[in-house]
């Protein structure tokens, strides 16, 4: 490991290629938060989700426009997934500020689709595989 020690650069990308073969694309966000303030819910990014098949094949890629929909549109989505058995792949980069702080992946911004999954007794399956996690260039 690298670790640079001048100030040229404040910011670190963050390089993920990750599945989450039980979970839509549509519930999953990178969170960001730092130190100086910055707090970032479902950071976009150079991240791109991969809707995947059962067998771990992409069927197609999580566009802006699909991400800004009615939230009823995304719910019967997510169902629709759900019962075709995707799941989700994050692949690319986020850039950070070098200050103290973390990501994670997280369903913070879908609290409103949650809760209607859970009225429907809908619940979901976190389980993770990390392809590649590194840091910078």
Not at 50 to 74: A, L
Not at 86 to 110: K, L, T
Request: net charge negative; with cysteine.
């Amino acid at each position: 490991m690298f670790i640079q020690t001048t100030h040229r650069l404040d910011t670190l990308r963050v390089n993920m290629d990750i599945d989450m073969p039980y979970m839509p694309c549509d519930v999953i966000g990178v969170d960001v938060e730092d130190s100086i303030g910055n707090h970032i819910q479902d950071y976009y990014g150079e991240l791109h989700k991969h809707r995947i098949d059962p067998d771990g094949e992409n069927i197609n890629i999580e566009t802006w426009k699909e991400k800004n929909e009615n939230r009823r549109v995304i719910l019967d989505r997510i169902k629709n997934e759900l019962k075709e058995g995707q799941g989700c792949r994050i692949e690319g980069f986020i850039d950070v500020v070098r200050v103290p702080g973390n990501f994670h992946i997280s369903h913070h911004a879908f609290g409103d689709i949650l809760q209607a999954l859970n009225r429907d007794g809908i619940t979901l399956d976190n389980s993770f595989k990390i392809n590649h996690l590194s840091f910078g260039q």
